[in-house]
T-cell receptor
Framework: KQEVTQIPAALSVPEGENLVLNCSFT??????LQWFRQDPGKGLTSLLL?????REQTSGRLNASLDKSSGRSTLYIAASQPGDSATYLC??????????FGSGTKLNVKP | NAGVTQTPKFRVLKTGQSMTLLCAQD?????MYWYRQDPGMGLRLIHY???????AKGEVPDGYNVSRLKKQNFLLGLESAAPSQTSVYFC????????????FGPGTRLTVL
């Protein structure tokens, strides 16, 4: 069974800091990898989708990279803000019915 | 454009009761999914559908049934609820399977006593 691991499980940083969230997966034969944000008691909001043929995707202050050969993806958040506080989940798609989620990194950005 | 909606938002059941969770999407997506989210276990796929009239089992299908009679709706049924089915249930949809991002609903928090 494929595993998706996110480290760290929790992270607390002061406002304005640049930070990196990590996602690793055991099987490199992926179709795509998606990063989500989840606020407490809410659903998942899609942040970035990286296809297997891509190395990175950017949206505003967010940049996600993908290294299939090493089984890793990183989500870089520039100039963090208190509004970025949430749980960030990565999900790896191996097929249309094999979508594995990590347990998430809970981010707290302190004013 | 409401995206993906789920009803109800909260529900409390007694062991053995039945209920149906409704998911609706207005994006004309072909694929729809039901997940459950449990602390420490992440999200796990229960059932999915690749088009109207089709359904298939995911990773944890036992105790659940689904139906996709209309393209925009995906129903998740619990025939005889058990405390182990206490969870938060999320519905998601995507245009196709492998190339497109998934869009999630707000979730249904279910407690089985």
């Amino acid at each position: 069974k494929q595993e998706v691991t996110q480290i760290p499980a929790a992270l607390s940083v002061p406002e304005g800091e640049n930070l990196v969230l990590n996602c690793s997966f055991t099987d490199s034969a992926i179709y795509n990898l998606q990063w989500f944000r989840q606020d407490p008691g809410k659903g998942l909001t899609s942040l970035l989708l990286i296809q297997s043929s891509q190395r990175e995707q950017t949206s505003g202050r967010l940049n996600a990279s993908l290294d299939k050969s090493s089984g890793r993806s990183t989500l870089y958040i520039a100039a963090s803000q208190p509004g970025d506080s949430a749980t960030y989940l990565c999900a790896v798609l191996y097929n249309f019915n094999k979508f594995y989620f990590g347990s998430g990194t809970k981010l707290n950005v302190k004013p | 454009n409401a995206g993906v909606t789920q009803t109800p938002k909260f529900r409390v059941l007694k062991t053995g009761q039945s209920m149906t969770l409704l998911c609706a999407q207005d994006m004309n997506h072909e694929y729809m999914y039901w997940y459950r989210q449990d602390p420490g276990m992440g999200l796990r796929l229960i059932h999915y559908s690749v088009g109207e009239g089709t359904t298939a089992k995911g990773e944890v299908p036992d105790g659940y049934n689904v139906s996709r009679l209309k393209k925009q709706n995906f129903l998740l049924g619990l025939e005889s609820a058990a405390p182990s089915q206490t969870s938060v249930y999320f519905c998601a949809s995507s245009m196709t399977g492998t190339g497109n991002e998934q869009f999630f609903g707000p979730g249904t928090r279910l407690t089985v006593l």
